[in-house]
């Protein structure tokens, strides 16, 4: 079987689903491995570290596709502007597919169908279950850290005004205020950043166990008192609120974001679309100047009027919306999910080559399309709500 191995093109995308170490795994396993020219450049591996690590390389795109067993991808597919089709179209019927789908958010969807009606089989890394046995797998987690604090970054660079206190001959400069919505793993990281950097944080989060582990990094907690039931899903994480909930959710946020320099917003449900926390008449009362970095976009977002893919600015407010924030610091992140990949990749074929292990846990819950339809319940929810 051949594995396939696309460069990214994503705009600002520079990771790979593969480095040249894992290539050597996978072709262990028995896999052959072919790699698009250049995909590895935007983590500074070159082609020829890829062919002496057994893979061949391609540089006809729409081949790469169309003879690949299966492809491996960091994000979903897109339509590529200089080969003039989607990558959907350019896939064999039949083949597979695993990457970063998104399957529930709605810029998704159209896609999703493709795939479907193309009988490709495709399994997405952001339905890997919290279970310890998918830890290595768990490439949701190691995207999670490298957004958190690199959305601080960002933020704090877009803002026009110091971070920490800064002491100066004609007075002090006071530091800037974070409000981190959602304390996971992007949230935490984000926190930690922020307080690194000198800033004031305050975080939320529904759950009480997740504002326990924000408190212990420093943030100061917004207070929403709701019963615990209606808020811990499977594994321990986030569930959907009730719209009477998310309601109250909002006023009790609107006088911390009026009150922010910058907005982290990373509240998730897993495999469903983000619930929208921030209105746009919240947004009309923040401070012209101030940042709003919804991290969440890939499903949705949790902003009102995120733009998916830009950097915008609305009434003296930025708000940002880029979908790729780990290919921002694509050395890193490469190197952790190429790692969660190829586990993932084992954990599926042990049964072998030719044999999805479909009575796994893991690969039940990361199944979005297969034999012409959909399965993944996210998506299936998300479309059925339009």
């Not at 409000?179 to 989060?205: F, W, Y």
């Not at 921030?278 to 009102?304: F, H, L, P, R, Y």
Request: charged share 25%.
């Amino acid at each position: 079987m051949l594995i396939g191995i696309p460069k990214e093109i994503l705009s600002e995308e520079k990771r790979v689903a593969a480095t040249p170490e894992m290539v050597q795994k996978y072709i262990k396993m028995g896999f052959d491995v072919t790699v698009e020219s250049s995909a590895g450049e935007g983590i500074w591996r070159s082609d020829e570290e890829y062919e002496n690590s057994g893979a061949s390389i391609n540089s006809d795109t729409e081949k790469l596709f169309a003879q690949s067993d299966v492809i491996l991808k960091v994000k979903q597919p897109v339509f590529n502007e200089t080969v003039g089709k989607h990558e959907v179209e350019m896939m064999r019927n039949d083949s597979t597919l695993v990457t970063f789908l998104h399957p529930a958010a709605p810029g998704n969807h159209d896609m999703i169908k493709e795939l479907r009606d193309k009988n490709i089989t495709s399994f997405t890394m952001d339905g890997i279950p919290r279970i310890s046995r998918a830890q290595r797998m768990d490439a949701l987690s190691s995207m999670s850290t490298v957004t958190g604090y690199k959305s601080v970054l960002i933020a704090a660079n877009q803002m026009a005004k110091f971070v920490p206190m800064i002491g100066t001959a004609i007075g002090t400069v006071k530091p800037a205020r974070f409000l981190i919505v959602g304390a996971g793993v992007v949230g935490l990281q984000a926190i930690a950043t922020a307080k690194r950097l000198g800033g004031i944080v305050k975080a939320m989060d529904i759950r009480k166990e997740a504002c326990e582990e924000a408190e212990s990094l420093g943030a100061k907690v917004a207070e929403f008192d709701i019963p615990q039931e209606l808020v811990i899903g499977e594994g321990g994480y986030a569930k959907a609120l009730e719209d009477e909930w998310l309601e109250i959710e909002q006023k009790v946020l609107e006088p911390y974001v009026e009150d922010a320099d910058i907005v982290i917003l990373s509240a998730l449900v897993p495999g469903e679309v983000a619930p929208i926390l921030i209105t746009e008449e919240m947004i009309s009362k923040m401070k012209q100047g101030s940042v709003i970095m919804d991290v969440s976009i890939d499903q949705g977002g949790n902003c009102a009027v995120t733009e998916p893919g830009q950097f915008a600015q609305k009434n003296g407010i930025y708000i940002c919306g880029i979908q790729n924030i780990p290919g921002r610091m694509a050395v890193h992140s490469s190197w952790l999910y190429a790692n969660n990949m190829y586990y993932y990749i084992e954990n599926l074929f042990k049964k072998g080559l030719n044999t999805f292990d479909l009575d796994d846990d893991i690969v039940k819950q990361s199944l979005v399309t297969y034999k012409g339809k959909i399965l993944f319940q996210g998506a299936i929810k998300a479309m059925e709500d339009l």
